[in-house]
């Protein structure tokens, strides 16, 4: 059974977030994408994040995906430690709803701007509902993201459509960049969950 060479169970560990007004569908997308896997940790203190194990090419991927709806709907904006350590940061609006599109620009790149860790992390705009009366154009949300450098979707959570797509495109770009697959590498043995800096014992 467990081989004793302790070989970890993936070659990397990313954390990806989901940010973007409260509504918008960023559970709905989670779900849709992670129907088959556990939860992890409940609502209630604040964040939920779900575990996805994907197999890209030869690499086994373990993706922490963070969804901050409950949190950010008390307090309209995350905290630093929700961005530390991130390599993927998926911005999610509502196709049919403008102000959640204008608050991306508004409040969600500036706090990117704030307390992203990673100068390289990969950052993807994502039109969700995109099979509903909009109310933001295709190109609106192509040229947002041409200027903000981020990857560019639509998708619609219900019907599924572009969902895996999203996720996958991200990740593919993540393992595109050294310096992220650098800290998401198991052999790092890093902790994403408790990123705190390292403090040697000086009793030594």
């Known amino acids: 059974m467990g081989s004793s060479s302790g070989q970890p169970e993936f070659d990397y560990l990313f ?7 409260s509504g918008v569908g960023k559970s709905s997308l989670l779900l849709s994408f992670t129907s088959n896997t556990f939860d992890g940790l409940s609502p209630t ?3 939920d994040f779900k575990v996805k194990y994907l197999i890209i090419g030869e690499k ?11 949190w950010q709907e008390r307090f309209r904006t995350l905290t630093s430690s929700y961005y530390r350590g991130a390599q993927g940061i998926i911005m999610v609006y509502d196709v049919t709803q403008r102000d959640t599109f204008t608050n991306l620009s508004d409040i969600w790149a500036k706090e990117i701007d ?18 509903s009366e ?18 560019f979707m639509e998708c619609s959570a219900k019907t599924r459509v572009n969902v895996e797509q999203c ?8 393992l595109e960049t050294p310096s992220l697959t650098a800290e998401g590498s198991s052999g790092g043995k890093k902790n994403i969950f408790k990123q705190n800096p390292a403090q040697r014992s000086s009793a030594s």
């Open 60 to 70: 086994k991927l373990k993706l922490a995906i963070w969804d901050t709806g409950y």
């Open 15 to 21: 954390k990806v977030l989901l940010i973007g007004d």
């Open 134 to 151: 909009r109310a933001v154009s295709k190109k609106e949300g192509i040229d947002f993201a041409r200027e903000n450098g981020c990857l």
């Open 167 to 174: 996720f996958e495109e991200l990740v593919l770009k993540i």
């Open 45 to 47: 203190i604040g964040v």
């Open 114 to 131: 704030l307390y992203s860790t990673n100068q390289d992390c990969i950052k993807m705009l994502v039109g969700n509902k995109s099979t």
